[in-house]
Nanobody, 123 residues
């Protein structure tokens, strides 16, 4: 079972970027998918998640700017990021939690993590 993030890069402030999280070796159908990020020198923080039913939950300032979606046919989840600022510079990770959830899964429910993709917002 493996998750691979892609789509990171160097962008200007105010730009948009879409990250992908593709699963191999298992089907995403049975999993909730979460996104996290870690900026240099800081702790990992949650971005948001999407349940099996497609319900989405976001953390703090990400709500309204970021959108999480999933395409089970492609076994891929996405993180659409708009209006990026310098503070969004981080390595972004996806992870999966097996089962059906009526709300955001707890951290310990996430059992498979990707290696991360780097996003740098700079003028």
């Amino acid at each position: 079972a493996q998750l691979v993030e892609s789509g990171g890069g160097l962008v200007l402030p105010g730009s948009s970027l879409r990250l992908s999280c593709t699963a191999s070796g298992f089907s995403l159908d049975d999993y909730a998918i979460g996104w996290w990020r870690r900026a240099p020198g800081t702790e990992r923080e949650g971005v948001g998640c999407i349940t099996n039913e497609g319900d989405t939950y976001y953390i703090g300032s990400m709500e309204g700017r970021f959108t999480i979606s999933r395409d089970n046919d492609k076994n891929t989840a996405y993180l659409q990021m708009n209006s990026l600022s310098l503070e969004d510079t981080a390595t972004y990770y996806c992870a999966v939690a097996k089962g059906r959830y009526s709300g955001p899964p707890q951290l310990w429910h996430y059992t498979v993590w990707g290696q991360g993709t780097r996003v740098t917002v700079s003028a």
